[in-house]
Structure formats: C-alpha cells, structure tokens
C-alpha cells in the first residue's frame, strides 16, 4: 500500500508490483525471481479474476434460471441483449453448430470486459483496501497480467487444436499441417509446416498481447495521470497555490477524459478477444 | 512481469467459466429467447389471419345487407301491386252490387206499381159504384155488375 510521503518515482514501479505467494516455500513472495517461476502465483490477480468469474455467473446465472418464454423483466432483458448480440456475432462468423461456440464468446466477452472494467476503479482505492488487510501490493486489474491473458489466449489455441481435429480427423488435420500452404510434394513438408507451426502460435501471442498491452498501457496512463497529484502536492508544499490548482484540475481533467476513452476500449477488447477467438476457431475447422 | 502459476490457474478459472456457462446459462437464455421470438411471430400471423377474417366478415355483411335491400324492394313492389288489384277488385264487386241492388230496386218499384193499380182500381170501383148508386138512390148488385165496372175502373185509371 502506499504510504503518505512516497515519492513520485515510487509510485509507478510500486502500482505495477504483484501480490506475490510462493506456493512450494509456503510464504509470500516479496523478491520478482525470473521470468519464469512456477512456484509463485499473482494472488492479486487470482483474487479479481475469481471474482469477476463469479459475478458473471451469478448475473447471468440468476437471469438464466428465471428466463421465461413471457415478458420478460428488466434485468432479464438486458441479459438477453446481451446474449443475442453475441449469438448474433457468432452467427455471421462461425455457419454451424452454435451450441459450444456462442457460450464460449459469451464468456470471453463477459469476464474480458469484467476484468478490464477494474482499470476504472480509482488507482489507489483497491491498494488502501488491500494494505489494511495487510496486503504490501495489490494490482486490481487482472488482465494487465500476462498471465491472465495467455492463460486465455493459450485455452483458445487448445480450443482451436479441439475443433480442427474434430471436424477434420486427426489424419486430416495432420494431413494438412505438411501439405497446406504450399503443396503436397515431400521437400515442402517442412516449410509447410514450419509455416503453419508459425500461424498457429501467432494467434494466442497477438491475442494475448493485444490484450495485455492495451490494459497494461491504460493503467499506465492512468498512473501517470495520478502523478501530476504528486506535482500539486509539491507546488502546494512550496507555496505555489496557483500552479497546484492547475495540476489539480488538470489531473481531475485528464483522469475524466481517459477515463471516459477507456470504457470504450474496456467493451472493444473484450469484443476483439471473443470475435479473433471465433474467427480462430471458424477457420480452424474450415481448412485450407 | 513475470509466467508464473497465475497462467495455469486463470486457465482453470476460464475453463471452469466456459463449462458453467456452456451448460448452465446459455441454454435456458437461448430457449427463453427463441420461445419467445415463436411466439411474437405466431402472434403476428394470427394478428394478420384476424385482420383478413375481418375483412372478409366486413364484405359479407355488405352483401347480406345489400341482398335483403333488393329483397325489401321487392317486397314493397308486390305489396303495391297486391294493393293496386284489391283496390280494382273492389271497385269491381262494388260495381257489380249496385247494378244489382239497381236492377232489384227496380223489379220492387215495377211490383209495387203494379199492386198499387190494382189496389187503385178497386177503389176507383167502389168509388163508381158508390157515385152510381147515390145517382140511383138504389143498391146496386155489386156483384151482378162487377163486370161492368171493373171496365169503368180500368177505363178511368187508362184515362189519367
């Protein structure tokens, strides 16, 4: 949590500090050991996830088990809004079985923007609330985590793999991997599939990476913006009244208007995650 | 930034999310919704169909109304000419009965004349025979001279 008194150039590394826990030590982590660490896990991000996983169930499973046929009410109208415009999305990507695909890209859809709608919380609200249950860093949102977003990303891929050999055959799909794009003849076996090797693992990079740089930049942006409260702090401090007031309408100014732009880019990144995700999957199945 | 357990756990959490969803909310959604969308186009067709049936109701009970004018036009037709013919069928019978009562007015009046001479004539004979016998001063046999003046009376009646 951050304390009265921390220094401007504390603020950002200390905002982008996870709440680490060493699972096989059995301790909280304090250290960023690696690049890679499986031994540790980002309870921060855990914690938030989980909950917006639960509030979407419990939203869209409360309005499931009252659905009727009838009027339906407010709250059951807007569910459903929801619901058809995904179907509606999926219907002119993916001509085929709805069943599996269209709750897929609900979820996507519904837990991305969940997640990414904690960037909207003030910066450091989440952090006080954590720090007084005794928490040294808290990062609200869950998908400014490279983790969360290859965790999806890569289920996406295994999703793809799935499908690809379900509607071609594992002879099929093993079949096309040597011969497409190039031919069939045995020396471009392997730019065939090096090549194809390539398109797979590019999708779940660019749609994690996409993801995960847009959250990760706006809550950087959001930072920065918070910053220029540490600059009329310090005019005030010298005793410049008039240029701390500037600051501070410029922060509330530009918190106001970032903050505005980011709902959109909050709902256009869930919605970019679900379609790529459907469109992945559509063309898995497709074939060359 | 840092690969760590938080990658197979938020895979888990979304697996977990896709199966909850897959099985428990999009298909009572989707059925609430479809069920639905039957219905509003069910309604719509019946909407229309009660539209059509009003309008066929609409031109039938116009025709109805304009068969029981023409009929109701008839009705008065004959009804005037029924009344035409009693009225001349009455006229008629009217006819028919003063020329009868005429000609049996006439027959009295001819019988009752007739009675009348007769009656006269046997007056106008006891008067003769009265005037006769003053002149006479004596009786006179009506019966022995009832000839006589029956000829007188029918002589006197024949001269007035």
Known sequence: MLMAGTSSSEFIPHHLQHLRYDVVAGEWAHATDGIVNFHLINVDTMVMGLLMGLLFFTLFYSAARKATAGVPGKFQAFIEIVVEFIDNRVKEVFHGDRRFLAPLALTIFCWVVLMNAMDLLPIDVPGMVAGAAGAEHFRVLPTADINTTFAMSLTVLVLVLFFAVKAKGLGGFGHELVTAPFGAHPALWIPNFALNVVELLAKPVSLAMRLFGNMYAGELVFMLIALLGFAATGSFASGGVGSGIAFLFGQVAMALAWGGFHIIIILLQGFIFMVLTVVYISMGQEGH | ?160
């Open chain 2, 1 to 160: 930034m840092q690969i760590n357990l938080t990658l197979l756990g938020q895979a888990l959490a979304f697996l977990i999310l896709i199966g909850l969803s897959w099985k428990f909310i999009w298909p009572p959604l989707l059925n609430a919704i479809e069920t639905r969308q039957k219905k509003i186009a069910d309604g719509l067709a019946a909407a229309d169909r009660g539209q059509a049936d009003l309008e066929d109701a609409k031109n039938q009970a116009l025709a109805i109304v304009r068969e029981a004018h023409g009929k109701a036009a008839a009705v008065v037709d004959q009804a005037g000419r029924r009344a035409n013919e009693m009225v001349e069928e009455a006229k008629g019978t009217a006819n028919a009965e003063g020329a009868r009562l005429i000609a049996s007015a006439r027959s009295e009046v001819a019988t009752e004349t007739a009675r009348v001479r007769g009656e006269l004539r046997a007056e106008v004979a006891k008067l003769a025979i009265a005037g006769a016998s003053q002149l006479l001063k004596r009786e006179i046999d009506a019966k022995a001279h009832a000839a006589l003046l029956d000829e007188l009376a029918q002589q006197i009646v024949v001269a007035r």
